[in-house]
Nanobody
Framework: QVQLVESGGGSVQVGGSLRLSCEASGRTFNSFGLGWFRQAPGKEREFVSAINWNAGMIYYADSVKGRFTISRDNAKNTVYLQMNSLKPEDTAVYYC?????????????????WGRGTQVTVSS
């Protein structure tokens, strides 16, 4: 069992930045990959970014490439999502999740444990 708690969401203007954090507990943090997903009102949950256990493999959705940066600190059991140059279309609830071994990095069904999410609102 893994517990995930996201934080760092908020309201910013277009072009602003936010840094999301996701702290994990309940299992050896450096044994699993992690991902960030987001869900806007009326839309399906979509992949944002993912990182493997040692940060040797990192993935981004095309929509955030060049603007968002994922990282992890295994000593702090925390994964981060630095979001720069935010756009109104980035408005969503952001979730972190743990990836099942051997699963896809971008498919939500391949993630086992999820946090409750943190709201990000970007206004123009």
């Amino acid at each position: 069992q893994v517990q995930l708690v996201e934080s760092g969401g908020g309201s910013v203007q277009v072009g602003g930045s936010l840094r999301l954090s996701c702290e994990a507990s309940g299992r050896t943090f450096n044994s699993f990959g992690l991902g960030w997903f987001r869900q806007a009102p009326g839309k399906e949950r979509e992949f944002v970014s993912a990182i493997n256990w040692n940060a040797g493999m990192i993935y981004y959705a095309d929509s955030v490439k060049g603007r968002f940066t994922i990282s992890r600190d295994n000593a702090k059991n925390t994964v981060y999502l630095q979001m720069n140059s935010l756009k109104p279309e980035d408005t969503a609830v952001y979730y972190c999740a743990t990836r099942r071994v051997g699963g896809s990095y971008s498919r939500s069904s391949d993630y086992a444990y999820w946090g409750r999410g943190t709201q990000v609102t970007v206004s123009s």
